[in-house]
Nanobody
Framework: QVQLVESGGGLVQAGGSLRLSCAAS????????MGWFRQAPGKEREYVTI????????DYADSVKGRFTISRDNGKNTVYLQMNSLKPEDTAVYYC?????????????????WGQGTQVTVSS
């Protein structure tokens, strides 16, 4: 199985930027479709973005489209989430998740492997 560790969260003012990283270990990283999800207090975990194994397919939730960018470096076993123009409503714990295979699922319950999460707080 694969182990995931997120980093890069923090406190930022509205309009600012953060870059999250998710480092993978344990299995061949390029076997895995990677997703980012987030969960705000009192809310369900929601889909943010996904990137295919080769990086050729990318999708975003409408709420982050045009502001967030996902990328991956299979040589470094890492997936990134560049977040620009942050809004207070982006405040949440952000999780990366891995799915072994070519599919590109958006439902969190389809992902068997998760990181511990990293807190992102956007102040107004």
């Amino acid at each position: 199985q694969v182990q995931l560790v997120e980093s890069g969260g923090g406190l930022v003012q509205a309009g600012g930027s953060l870059r999250l990283s998710c480092a993978a270990s344990g299995r061949t990283f390029s076997w895995y479709t990677m997703g980012w999800f987030r969960q705000a207090p009192g809310k369900e975990r929601e889909y943010v973005t996904i990137i295919s194994r080769s990086g050729t397919y990318i999708d975003y939730a409408d709420s982050v489209k045009g502001r967030f960018t996902i990328s991956r470096d299979n040589g470094k076993n890492t997936v990134y989430l560049q977040m620009n123009s942050l809004k207070p409503e982006d405040t949440a714990v952000y999780y990366c998740a891995a799915y072994q295979g070519a599919a590109t699922p958006r439902q969190s319950n389809e992902y068997p492997y998760w990181g511990q999460g990293t807190q992102v707080t956007v102040s107004s």
